[in-house]
């Protein structure tokens, strides 16, 4: 697996880490202006350590759903083309507002991404669809906002079970969720992201 | 369908160039079937001159429509929540203070004299027939505010939940929004141990137990949770317990993201159960 132009391994404090080039958003440690990009809080970082096939390399268009405070975002931010940040609840979106303005092609909405409609006057269609919402019916989700992938696209999903089903056993939820997801994409691979990120599957599909 | 029909439905349709307040409600509020180009669309319709623009002016738009829409979602805050709580509160608490005022003194001069808001309610509706017009229109101002009470029961059921999603699923808009009055905010509520949680609202019998005059108290306002009610007495230490624990860990959600997680439920539901079925035993 090959990084995306952007993405370096450097050491900070003697270790590896991910890195990518911008301004520091929640903290994290610096080297010059490459920022550590911790896999434990990223699901995008842990499919990357996990050497997923992601297909990014670099200056794509990308949709990111679920985009929280922007930890994840902002990385993505530092090494993709315009980026279009969708984010539901109020409080995180006042942090990702935060790591919006000084990236100049990071486009924040506050916008609920069970209903496309309400951004679709907005958002351009993407090369990369990254989804990581905490809630039930991620699958709808992903389907729902297939429209915006380009045919040659790809969409990267981390998969919460604990979302889905706090009393199931969560290799029958991903079953379950990949099932569903099959009505709109062919996934090309699928891995646990533990010990990152515990019960979390990380998904890569195409539109189909 | 040409490029000029399709700006029709973008975030840019009619919008001046420069126009940044009405960039700003047409990202927040417009709506389109289908995603398109917009980019190569605002170009050749004649907004920008270049994408490049065309991405400064994206970027401008969104940031000060979403920076608005934050705020607004997030006037109907923790504080204010706390405001219409104690109010809520005040209202009935006068109300029913001003009802005893009200029994005491229709009881010297009526025969079928009852007690309590209710009474004092049925007295405004018939009115004064003569003698009674002070009494009556005493009875007239609980009535005002047992309505003021209801009314902002209401305003709380429905902002609680904005607030705080997770804490007002577990405890209930009403309860939800006590707790959040008696920390003093949703963040002094969730920097809370459960513990304390678990006997907020019963200050005095924690006092008196800290003298040690008294056993420490079980609960304090979750008392009133079906969780708590429905649990049989000597189980209810436990039930406080539990709940309180599941209170403080959706206070934390709620304050530190902000996401609803349903899990939560799930699980105060089969913790509660489990302690009620002890009593089975």
Redesign the interface.
Known sequence: MTLPEGVERRSFGGDEWLATRGDPVYGEPTDGHWRRWDPRRSKLGAMFEDGMETGLSGGETVLYLGA??GTTVSHVADFAG?TYAVEF??????D??DA??PR???????KDARNP??Y??????VNTLIQDV???GQAKVALANR??LRDDGRLLLAVKA??ED??SDPSDVFDSVLETLTDGYEPLETRSLAPFHEDHLGVVARPR | MTDSDAAG???FAGIDPGDREAAMT??RE??????????EIAVSSGFVDDESDY??E??EA??R???E??QE??RADDQQLKHSIRAMNDCERVANELAERVAEWAGSRREDAGTGVGYARRLAEEGDDGDDAALVSLAERIRDLDDEAAALRAHVERTAPEVAPNLSALAGPVLAARLIALAGGLKHLARKPAGTIQVLGAEDALFAHLRGQAPSPKHGVIFVHEAIQGTAPEQRGSAARALSGKLAIAARVD?Y???????LD??LEARIERIQEREVE
């Open positions: 929280a405070a315009p609840a109020a409080r995180p979106t006042r990702l507002l919006a303005d100049e092609n990071l486009f924040p909405l506050l409609e309400t679709a006057h907005v958002v351009e269609p905490a809630t039930r429209q915006f604990r979302s706090v009393t | 439905e973008s975030w047409a990202i417009g709506t389109a079937d289908s995603p398109r180009k917009w980019p991405y400064t994206l970027h969104t940031v429509a979403t920076r829409a934050v979602r997030e304050h993201t902000g996401d609803r997680k349903p899990e799930a699980e």
